[in-house]
């Protein structure tokens, strides 16, 4: 805990900390030591991780990385966060994020953007982390933790993950409670373990699994011991490749790493089987319209009055202006941007042409996902993202649509509802980090991490 503290204060250029909590940490740290020289030690007794800010962890800053929450302290723990601290984990601080963790790059942060520890080349410019859980991945690939956690809606476990040569997994929806992490998308979002290799993966979703009666979406169901089953064999396994995700204008180098990957699978004794999931090409459409629709929805409740920031006003404002004043200053435009697309989506007149439309799309890419496991398939290899990680300001300068695109392959999974993990592939000719994903069977993280473990 102590390395780690003093490695985050060395590292304030990462921007990955937002919140430190140094007396916490060496106060856990301590209760640790006791606990193991007590022979009661459970798996992550004294390991120090780091808290992304969409969850709220009691006593301490929990803003989600937006102006709208400056000053919201939680009376209460997430239960994924309490349920770390249970396990003995030592918590250093928050981790920086996208804002309400929309966003692939980090950048719609209040607090300005996290920097990931790599570079391309010799090039010395500052590159993305990737996104929403920026932080969480620029801590663990810095080695400012040992693990983080992070959310992912539409891959902000995966694609941060894939950027900087770290191990993300995104659970099972309903694996991990949902309670006391901010909302950004319902029916979407799932908090999972962003680490460094599959081992601690296996070790940290375990912690952080479970049944939890105060979200109602959260699974009753029993919770494996994920690294017992880290054998590392996979002989027999049938493993899909799906057509559609050999992406028109992707680098070679990416094809390439994908190939090898299979190969590396064929040799370990899977089977190799091509796969088409034919509604791949609507998911991206569909999450885009889903999510802000959940978006807009879920973020009614910042209001001015209920958390975190109230605008200024001036004589003869009356509550519209508070309404209005507050969330123009205290949503940054990518929020404002998602909660003017959910609410036109939603609005009469146009939920049928939207939002019912998208959620039939979403039935189908679900479907495309069951036929396949129906079939024998195991787990599905795709690349985790088009392209490594781009340089800040690169993308988020241009088009907003250009960044939204590179969800492709992350998307699809959350849409599902399955589990997905993403894994070090290699690197580029810049030496930049590359990606795979693995998609499993709903309820199976074991058997994924196993096959994600035979990867690595
Ligand atoms: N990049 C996607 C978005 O901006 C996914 C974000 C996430 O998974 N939280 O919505």
């Not at 590292?11 to 740290?29: C, G, M, Q, S, Y």
């Not at 249970?86 to 209040?110: I, Q």
């Not at 997994?169 to 979407?188: E, Q």
């Amino acid at each position: 805990t102590k390395a780690c503290l003093s490695a985050i204060d060395k590292a304030d250029a990462l921007n990955a900390f937002v919140h430190k909590t140094p007396e916490i940490a060496l106060e856990r740290a301590a209760a640790a030591d006791a606990r193991l020289q007590q022979g009661d030690a459970p798996a992550m007794c004294g390991l120090p991780v780091g808290i992304k800010d969409l969850f709220c962890t009691k006593g301490v800053a929990s803003q989600a990385a937006s102006k709208i929450l400056e000053g919201f302290v939680p009376e209460y723990e997430s239960t994924v966060s309490q349920q770390l601290a249970d396990n003995g984990a030592v918590m250093l601080g928050k981790l920086n994020m996208d804002e309400f963790a929309m966003g692939s790059s980090n950048e719609t942060s209040t607090y300005g953007n996290a920097v990931s520890p790599w570079r391309r080349g010799n090039d010395d410019a500052p590159l993305t982390p990737g996104g929403s859980s920026g932080g969480s991945a620029a801590a663990v690939a810095a080695d400012l933790c040992l693990a983080a956690t992070g959310t992912d809606t539409g891959g902000s476990i995966r694609q941060p993950a894939a950027f900087t040569g770290t191990v993300g997994i995104k659970p099972t929806y309903g694996r991990c409670s949902r309670w006391g992490v901010v909302a950004f998308a319902s029916s979407l979002d799932q908090a999972g373990p962003m680490t460094k290799s599959v081992r601690d993966a296996a070790i940290m979703l375990e912690a952080m699994s479970g049944h939890d009666p105060k979200d109602s979406t959260s699974a009753d169901l029993a919770v494996p011991n994920f690294e017992a089953m880290l054998t590392g064999d996979i002989r027999g396994k049938k493993i899909g490749i799906p057509k559609e995700y050999h992406m028109e204008g992707m680098p070679a180098e990416i094809e390439k790493l994908w190939a090898e990957g299979t190969a590396m699978l064929k040799a370990a004794g899977a089977e190799i089987v091509d796969i088409s999931l034919p509604h791949t090409k609507y998911a991206l459409p569909a999450y885009y319209v889903i999510a802000p629709a959940e978006a807009s929805s879920n973020l009614a409740r910042y209001d001015g009055v209920r958390y975190g920031n109230r605008a200024t006003l001036e004589a003869g404002d009356g509550i519209t202006e508070m309404y209005e004043k507050t969330r123009a200053q205290g949503f940054g435009d990518e929020v404002q941007r998602r909660v003017m697309v959910g609410t036109y989506v939603l609005s009469a007149g146009f939920y049928d042409a939207y939002y019912n439309r998208a959620r039939r799309v979403r039935s189908l890419i679900k479907q495309d996902f069951e036929n396949v496991f129906a079939a024998g398939v195991d787990a599905i290899l795709t690349p985790a993202t088009p392209s490594a990680a781009f340089g800040l300001g690169e993308m988020s300068d241009a088009d907003p649509v250009a960044m939204y695109l590179l969800d492709v392959f992350t998307v699809t999974v959350n849409l599902a509802g399955l589990p997905g993990i993403a894994l070090p592939a290699g690197l580029d000719s810049q030496g930049l980090p590359l990606g795979l994903q693995l998609i499993g069977r709903p309820w199976e993280e074991g058997d994924l991490l196993n096959t994600a473990y035979a990867l690595e």
